[in-house]
């Protein structure tokens, strides 16, 4: 997450073939380095982690405030694949997860970090998906017998009515890099507002914001929340969008969940996952 005077491009990395198994261990952070290992992950494509908050181990540069890990339990971090890039994720119900389409590409499974085990889930990339429009994918842990994500804090919910204007304020979140195309400065949490700029038309089904933070590499996938009050990111937060690309300027795009509501509202019974903030059956929604 980077402040608005900085620029750089996303990451436009090659796509993986379909089903073409690489798994990337995740995380093992230093002061200079970001390391994982390239051995095959049994049943899953993918390794998506939590990052704990140790201290000051990255560069702390202008644009957002570093977040604790204790405040945002359901956000997790992995490897794109075939990629050196990063993506964010983020838990949304006891059985499910979303994050950015891109960040997938065209990978099935993936493993994710819970507790002390790691559970398999399945991804779906939404149905229109092309670079970079309905920039949305959803995640089910993929037995039924599998045990549900811990609820340590609560899942985020998801808001697919939101009252929002230009110039409504988004709280952007993610794991992404800190400097202008330096993933070295990626892996620590951070968040901050951004001033929704352009809303969704017939020709985007973003949001687009210009002004405070802005997306770069390493925060694809991670939540655009709508906050009930600007001042506390802690307090009463609802998903209301996915991060998706920037322009190489001053703006993100966000892709918008309220323009996919029809298949957000279908994929959850279809997959035996709900929703916090979709369906009302949903268990332990923050």
């Given at each position: ?154 899942f985020e919910n998801i808001n697919l009515s939101p009252l929002v204007t ?90 918008s969940l309220p323009n996919h509501t029809d298949w957000i509202e279908m ?20």
């Amino acid at each position: 997450m980077i402040n608005n005077n900085f620029f750089s491009h996303h990451a436009k990395s090659q796509r993986a073939k379909k089903y073409w198994l690489l798994a990337f261990c995740i995380l093992n952070i230093s002061l200079n380095s970001i390391s994982w290992c390239e051995t095959r992950l049994k049943d899953a494509d993918i390794l998506m982690k939590s990052v704990k908050t140790e201290g000051n181990v990255l560069p702390q540069i202008i644009g957002g405030n570093k977040l604790r890990y204790e405040d945002w339990p359901a956000t997790r971090r992995f490897r794109k694949p075939n990629s050196n890039y990063s993506c964010t994720a983020t838990i949304v119900g006891s059985r499910v997860l979303i994050t950015a389409a891109h960040c997938l590409a065209n990978v099935s499974h993936a493993k994710v970090e819970n507790g002390d085990t790691y559970t398999v889930v399945e991804c779906e990339n939404h149905p229109n998906y092309k670079p970079y429009s309905a920039d949305i994918a959803l995640c089910a842990i993929a037995e039924i017998t599998d045990q549900d994500f811990h609820a340590i804090g609560g899942f985020e919910n998801i808001n697919l009515s939101p009252l929002v204007t230009k110039d409504t304020q988004l709280f952007l979140q993610g794991f992404g890099c800190r400097e202008n195309m330096n993933d070295k400065s990626a892996g620590q949490l951070y968040g901050g507002l951004s001033l929704i700029n352009k809303l969704p038309s017939r020709d985007t089904d973003d949001y687009v914001t210009l002004g405070g933070v802005r997306i770069c590499q390493g925060d694809s996938g991670g939540a655009a929340f709508l906050l009930t009050d600007t001042t506390d990111p802690n307090g009463k937060r609802f998903i209301i969008g996915v991060n998706s690309t920037d322009d190489g300027g001053n703006r993100s795009n966000i892709s918008s969940l309220p323009n996919h509501t029809d298949w957000i509202e279908m994929w959850g019974p279809q997959h035996r996952a709900d929703i916090c903030g979709v369906q009302p059956l949903a268990k332990h929604c923050r």
